[in-house]
């Protein structure tokens, strides 16, 4: 919970002792250190900053007593000791040779103006002046020294009189207002941690180790910092399945939430199978494998024949395949780089199947699809099942073939690959 906080007008009461220590004010003419007029073009900042510049030569600390005394310019007093003196000086830097008006009227009160306060005991300079008449002041012999930036009510300070050296009609700037402090913003509500703040996690490949993926916690756009606004803890982690990660909320936040994840079997092939076309007009395309196309389209090129064979396998077995040709349908079964189809009698292929056999059968699925006259890419087919149409006259103009794992996931969309005549 905020704690309101006031603002407080200090105001100090300064021993008798030092009081009469800086009563000295002298009527007699001696001499000080020179001090350039400045009398000219006076302005309220430029008396600020005059008096303010000077904290570099009498700075907050600086030993002043009332041996130390000043010649004043200023009229009324031809001088003064310790409190009166420093008052004096930067009187004299702000005004040159201005004479001063005294004034028993602290509601007249301005920058620059000299004030006598605590029954005319102490004498200060006024730096800025606030609402309701509370100055901020320079002051000498202040318990022996200078000081600069203390606050004084002067309705409460023992007022005698002010000595001012501004011309009639030269300053007339509103008060300062002094602003309250913004009551302070309450402490904001702990969050809890919630499931939609972790995002889902994709699929791990199993490693026979320990999988540990990233997680990324947000609340909104802001992202959590693991360890310190959360703590993660992993479960059934290892091993193919579902596993799952637990974040709890530290620090800002609190509670619990999980995300599940799975831990899948590497579905990277480690057989390769190659296959090339023989497409109207440029005969045999080069061999391409891993899902890469082999024939055209966009070019009105039909395909004519196909071979297929396995570059690499790590277990027996091998792959068989068979094209539906024009006039002719279904061309027998062939397998390991054998041709499929036609070639010299200008007959389209129309559709395809793909299989593998042996081990390999046990291991991987075949995927592979066709791109058709007028339907362009078909979905993709598996396994011995029928990629392209029936019945339609259309032509295949490419295909792609690709292994995945057995049971692993599909290279794309799987519906579709076989388009029949109604």
Known sequence: MGVKRKTKIISFKVTAMIMALCMALSLCVTFGKPIEAKA???????????????????????????????????????????????????????????????????????V????????????????????????EVAEGNYNSSIHWGRIIDLKNTGFTYLMTRWPEGSYNEEPTIIEPEPEPEPDPEPIMITQSMIAAIPDCTYTGKEIIPFISVKDGTKIL?????????????????????????QGFYYGYAYRTFNIVKDATPTADISYRTYVQTYGWTPFVKDKSTSGTYAQGKRLESLQIKLTKKDVSGGVTYRTYVQTYGWTPWVANGANSGTKGEAKRLEAMQVKLTGNMAN?????YRVHAQTYGW?????????????????????????????????????????????
């Open 378 to 422: 078909l979905g993709w087919a598996k396994n011995g099942a029928t990629a392209g149409t029936a019945g339609l006259a259309k032509r295949l103009e490419a295909t792609q073939i690709v292994l995945v794992k057995k049971g692993g996931k599909a290279p794309g969309k799987t519906t579709g690959a076989y388009v029949k005549k109604q």
């Open 225 to 249: 910092k693991e360890g310190e606004d959360y703590l993660v803890e992993f479960v059934d982690n290892v091993d193919t399945g579902v596993a799952a990660v637990f974040v709890f909320g």
């Open 112 to 135: 620059g103006d000299i004030v006598r306060l605590n029954n005319d005991t102490h004498s200060v300079i006024v730096l800025n002046v606030y609402e309701d008449y509370v100055v």
């Open 363 to 367: 291991k991987y699925d075949v995927y």
């Open 40 to 110: 000219d073009g006076l302005s309220i900042s430029g008396a600020r900053e005059t008096m303010l510049s000077m904290k570099a030569q009498y700075p907050e600390g600086m030993h002043w007593t009332n041996d130390n005394f000043y010649a004043w310019k200023g009229g009324y007093f031809s001088g003064g000791y310790g409190c009166a003196g420093f008052a004096f000086l930067l009187s004299d830097a702000v005004f040159g040779d201005i004479k001063c008006v005294i004034d028993k009227d602290y509601t007249h009160v301005r």
